[in-house]
């Protein structure tokens, strides 16, 4: 907006909607038209004053525009519900294309897909638990026989025997 503009509305900028609100409070009825006139009612030529109240009408073309204005802002509201419509549906649309595009991949070869789709989800599956490791390095069979993996099985399986053996306890505790 223009200085002038900014500082008549005391803002830097506003929606359009907010225009005919932000108008109203800066308009005011127009003072009363005073006319100041002798008017002789009297032979003897006695000068008197006298008020009268002379209505005027007018044609009001701001009125008018003042009236559509607002008509047109009231179905500012319809317009926004039908533009959320649209996004949603432009939303749907994506989603229908992104299944209908993982069906067809399926279609064209399933082997391969189901191969791509565990690969993606051991990847989002590690990112969730953020688990390091390289995938590749997994794959190949010397990864296995690394010292550190032989230390790593024990570990799990003496947890395991633990966790029997406490289990084991505990039913015959109970019994």
Known sequence: MRESTQQIFECQRMKFSEI?????????APDPIVIHHVINVDSKDQKKTACYDIDVEVDD????QMKSFLLSTTS?????NLDNKIHETVDTINQLKI???FMLGF???PQ???SE???SQSQDLRTMKDIVGNPEDERHGEFYLQPWIQEAVRRYFYAKVQQR????EQALGNS
């Not at 005919?20 to 005011?28: C, Q, T």
């Not at 500012?76 to 926004?80: G, L, N, T, V």
């Not at 053996?165 to 084991?168: K, N, P, Q, S, T």
């Open 20 to 28: 005919p609100e932000r108008l109203h409070r800066l308009l005011h």
């Open 61 to 64: 073309t701001l009125k008018e």
């Open 76 to 80: 500012q509201q319809e317009i926004a």
């Open 99 to 101: 299944q209908r595009q």
């Open 107 to 109: 279609a064209r070869d």
């Open 112 to 114: 391969a897909f189901i």
């Open 117 to 119: 789709f565990l690969v």
């Open 165 to 168: 053996r406490a289990e084991l």
